[in-house]
């Protein structure tokens, strides 16, 4: 569960999030949908508690993200799109080093690389070094990892943006497997369709702001209010 | 929320970027191979090349002109035969420029006259200053005249009856009293604490550079961040593989030069080889020393290096690191540590350097030694705060 109440982020004179409150539910897949830049990574980095907020809150699995930081990372796994891993050190080093962190034992550590690495088909490069991977590949392993202490929450920050189809039905697999476990999954694009492939419910953010919200089918009865930014989204979909 | 040290948890950080930089080329070639090869080649070979020089002047005959040797019958048989010169035939007015002679002694028209009337015989000798062989020749040329002269005076005393020995009222021998062991460790004492404070200072700054700047460039920071570990915690697992790499690198340059100085003996003039010993409690105070640079310098590092948006960016700014290791070696590397005033222990890198010269010369001075420890870890202390307090901040984190 994540409940995002009045959250804002000023950086300067700029407000990257403004006053944006919404709520997911386990089991859901609740997509951010919005432009570059338009305040879905920062909206996430805060409630992955990675920036605090300005003013508002954000209680994640029950903790907030003000006062009980160190709880709301024991819950929450996370995976962006600029996949960032440690070049000299193996696919399962790397899981193996955040699940570590993460207070696990070497036997449980174990026991969850062996289970991820099995259905994200990742056993045959697990003990190569993971510099020379492709995309695709370090994207399974940044998957792995976020799930390696086996989070209620589970934050993706565009986790397909530059993967190719195969990477893509890979990342799309476990989104939906996360789901059918039960997780609250917040999903973020800027790309229509794959919200709409995705996701149970939908917040628009446009400049900060969260200017719609709901089903993409109620989102798409009400499209005349916020034509502008659907008619750019619907256009990054066909490029 | 984020502020305390879990010590496991640096531990996992510590272990994990140890392995991490382990693994890293660069850091075998700044913490092992350059340590390990630069230091015997840099103070052992170099000094030897300029040894080498003076021997090869000493033991073999050297080429030199005597402009007007037809004049001088008696000085060209004087030349030929002490044995320690070749008289070549080369045009005087080229024969240095073109090297063809290392010194040209022009000699006048009327030298064997004034001989024979007991006059002042002119002779010019020139050289070339700037090449080194050159002075050396030409100190053994006016050694040659001299004997030379001297032979004259002794022969013209000789037959008006006079004993040579009135003109040496004094017979002085110069004894150098300071033990061959005491000249050694002022050699070393000059070169050795540099040596250290530039491994302390570059042996660990792969590894600082790789752990936070690198860290924020492979994107890697985010996710680590979100990970139930406080920010302090990250930043003291991470401070430490910093001070265990510079702690290797000076303890490997260390290793290289007892190496390169068993295989090799220095010498400072040729045929005096410096000889060197070390007690078990020196090394350890030498280490003790050595680990107040590396903390030091490793604070320094790892600070500059989170605030760093990236690799590029954390190696301008602590480049020249390196170069700041050679200020305190410069302002104190002649100076005995019995001229250096007591604050100097007080002044980061300074003390450890200077500390380092003294511990290296056999002194153990305690309120020396006190005050280098003490200071130092009030220093490292005020780098770690600045550090450990970059690590909370958000607006250092996402630099870009």
């Given at each position: 569960m994540v409940e995002?109440?009045?959250?804002?982020?000023?950086?300067?004179?700029?407000?990257?999030?403004?006053?944006?409150?919404?709520?997911?539910?386990?089991?859901?897949?609740?997509?951010?949908?919005?432009?570059?830049?338009?305040?879905?990574?920062?909206?996430?980095?805060?409630?992955?508690?990675?920036?605090?907020?300005?003013?508002?809150?954000?209680?994640?699995?029950?903790?907030?993200?003000?006062?009980?930081?160190?709880?709301?990372?024991?819950?929450?796994?996370?995976?962006?799109?600029?996949?960032?891993?440690?070049?000299?050190?193996?696919?399962?080093?790397?899981?193996?080093?955040?699940?570590?962190?993460?207070?696990?034992?070497e036997?449980?550590?174990?026991?969850?690389?062996?289970?991820?690495f099995?259905?994200?088909?990742?056993?045959?490069?697990?003990?190569?070094?993971?510099?020379?991977?492709?995309?695709?590949?370090k994207?399974?392993?940044?998957?792995?990892?976020?799930?390696?202490?086996?989070?209620?929450?589970?934050?993706?920050?565009?986790?397909?943006?530059?993967?190719?189809?195969?990477?893509?039905?890979?990342?799309?697999?476990?989104?939906?497997?996360?789901?059918?476990?039960?997780?609250?999954?917040?999903?973020?694009?800027?790309?229509?369709?794959?919200?709409?492939?995705?996701?149970?419910?939908?917040?628009?953010?446009?400049?900060?702001?969260?200017?719609?919200?709901?089903?993409?089918?109620?989102?798409?009865?009400?499209?005349?209010?916020?034509?502008?930014?659907?008619?750019?989204?619907?256009?990054?979909?066909?490029? | 929320?984020?502020?305390?040290?879990?010590?496991?948890?640096?531990?996992?950080?510590?272990?994990?970027?140890?392995?991490?930089?382990?693994?890293?080329?660069?850091?075998?070639?700044?913490?092992?191979?350059?340590?390990?090869?630069?230091?015997?080649?840099?103070?052992?070979?170099?000094?030897?090349?300029?040894?080498?020089?003076?021997?090869?002047?000493?033991?073999?005959?050297?080429?030199?002109?005597?402009?007007?040797?037809?004049?001088a019958?008696?000085?060209?048989?004087?030349?030929?035969?002490?044995?320690q010169?070749?008289?070549?035939?080369?045009?005087?007015?080229?024969?240095?420029?073109?090297?063809?002679?290392?010194t040209?002694?022009?000699?006048?028209?009327?030298?064997?006259?004034?001989?024979?009337?007991?006059?002042?015989?002119?002779?010019?000798?020139?050289?070339?200053?700037?090449?080194?062989?050159?002075?050396?020749?030409?100190?053994?040329?006016?050694?040659?005249?001299?004997?030379?002269?001297?032979?004259?005076?002794?022969?013209?005393?000789?037959?008006r009856?006079?004993?040579?020995?009135?003109?040496t009222?004094?017979?002085?021998?110069?004894?150098?009293?300071?033990?061959?062991?005491?000249?050694?460790?002022?050699?070393?004492?000059?070169?050795?604490?540099?040596?250290?404070?530039?491994?302390?200072?570059t042996?660990?700054?792969?590894?600082?550079?790789?752990?936070?700047?690198?860290?924020?460039?492979?994107?890697?920071?985010?996710?680590?961040l979100?990970?139930?570990?406080?920010?302090?915690?990250?930043?003291?697992?991470?401070?430490?593989?910093?001070?265990?790499?510079?702690?290797?690198?000076a303890?490997?340059?260390?290793?290289?030069?007892?190496?390169?100085?068993?295989?090799?003996?220095?010498?400072?003039?040729?045929?005096?080889?410096?000889?060197?010993?070390?007690?078990?409690?020196?090394?350890?105070?030498?280490?003790?020393?050595?680990?107040?640079?590396?903390?030091?310098?490793?604070?320094?590092?790892?600070?500059?290096?989170?605030?760093?948006?990236?690799?590029?960016?954390?190696?301008?700014?602590?480049?020249?690191i390196?170069?700041?290791?050679?200020?305190?070696?410069?302002?104190?590397?002649?100076?005995?540590?019995?001229?250096?005033?007591?604050?100097?222990?007080?002044?980061?890198?300074?003390?450890?350097?200077?500390?380092?010269?003294?511990?290296?010369?056999?002194?153990?001075?305690?309120?020396?030694?006190?005050?280098?420890?003490?200071?130092?870890?009030?220093?490292?202390?005020?780098?770690?705060?600045?550090?450990?307090?970059?690590?909370?901040?958000?607006?250092?984190?996402?630099?870009?």
């Open positions: 995002v109440k009045e959250l804002t982020k000023r950086f300067n004179n700029l407000t990257a999030v403004d006053r944006i409150s919404f709520e997911a539910r386990p089991g859901e897949i609740f997509g951010l949908l919005g432009e570059n830049g338009a305040g879905k990574t920062t909206t996430l980095r805060i409630l992955a508690t990675v920036l605090s907020p300005t003013s508002g809150d954000a209680v994640v699995n029950g903790f907030s993200v003000t006062r009980e930081a160190q709880k709301v990372r024991a819950s929450i796994g996370f995976v962006s799109s600029d996949a960032g891993l440690y070049d000299r050190l193996t696919a399962r080093e790397n899981v193996a080093y955040f699940g570590r962190l993460h207070g696990l034992t036997t449980a550590i174990r026991e969850r690389i062996e289970n991820a099995s259905w994200l088909d990742m056993k045959e490069f697990a003990d190569r070094r993971v510099g020379k991977f492709s995309k695709g590949m994207q399974k392993v940044c998957i792995a990892r976020a799930l390696v202490h086996d989070p209620p929450v589970m934050f993706l920050d565009e986790p397909t943006a530059g993967l190719d189809v195969t990477a893509i039905h890979a990342v799309d697999e476990f989104i939906l497997r996360a789901k059918r476990e039960g997780k609250t999954i917040i999903f973020s694009s800027h790309i229509m369709s794959e919200v709409e492939k995705l996701c149970d419910r939908v917040a628009i953010i446009h400049r900060g702001a969260l200017i719609a919200a709901g089903t993409m089918d109620e989102l798409k009865a009400k499209r005349e209010r916020f034509e502008d930014v659907f008619l750019r989204l619907i256009g990054g979909q066909n490029q | 929320m984020s502020r305390g040290i879990n010590l496991r948890h640096a531990w996992i950080v510590f272990t994990k970027e140890l392995s991490d930089t382990i693994r890293d080329r660069r850091t075998w070639w700044a913490m092992i191979i350059l340590p390990i090869v630069i230091v015997p080649l840099m103070t052992l070979i170099g000094p030897r090349a300029a040894i080498k020089q003076a021997e090869d002047v000493q033991r073999n005959k050297s080429d030199i002109v005597v402009a007007g040797a037809e004049r019958p008696t000085l060209v048989q004087y030349l030929e035969a002490s044995g010169f070749n008289l070549v035939a080369a045009d005087p007015a080229t024969a240095l420029k073109d090297r063809k002679a290392l040209v002694i022009h000699v006048p028209a009327d030298f064997e006259d004034s001989l024979r009337q007991e006059k002042p015989a002119q002779v010019r000798v020139a050289f070339d200053a700037s090449d080194n062989k050159s002075s050396m020749v030409e100190e053994k040329v006016a050694r040659v005249l001299t004997m030379f002269s001297q032979a004259v005076v002794t022969a013209r005393l000789q037959a009856g006079y004993d040579p020995t009135i003109l009222p004094l017979a002085m021998n110069f004894e150098n009293v300071a033990p061959k062991e005491q000249m050694g460790a002022t050699f070393l004492g000059m070169i050795l604490p540099m040596l250290m404070a530039m491994w302390a200072a042996g660990g700054l792969y590894a600082a550079i790789d752990v936070a700047a690198g860290e924020k460039e492979r994107g890697t920071l985010e996710a680590l979100t990970v139930p570990v406080s920010r302090m915690s990250l930043a003291v697992g991470k401070y430490l593989v910093v001070v265990v790499s510079s702690l290797i690198a303890a490997i340059s260390l290793v290289g030069f007892a190496v390169a100085f068993r295989v090799a003996p220095v010498s400072l003039q040729p045929g005096q080889e410096v000889t060197f010993t070390m007690t078990a409690a020196q090394v350890g105070l030498i280490f003790l020393v050595a680990l107040t640079l590396s903390a030091f310098f490793a604070a320094i590092e790892l600070t500059v290096s989170s605030f760093a948006r990236g690799f590029r960016e954390a190696q301008t700014y602590l480049t020249p390196t170069f700041i290791v050679i200020i305190p070696w410069i302002l104190t590397e002649f100076t005995s540590p019995a001229d250096i005033p007591s604050w100097y222990y007080m002044v980061p890198v300074m003390n450890g350097v200077m500390a380092f010269k003294e511990l290296v010369m056999g002194i153990v001075n305690p309120a020396h030694i006190r005050d280098t420890l003490v200071f130092s870890a009030i220093y490292v202390v005020i780098a770690l705060r600045l550090a450990g307090r970059l690590f909370q901040r958000e607006s250092v984190l996402f630099r870009s």
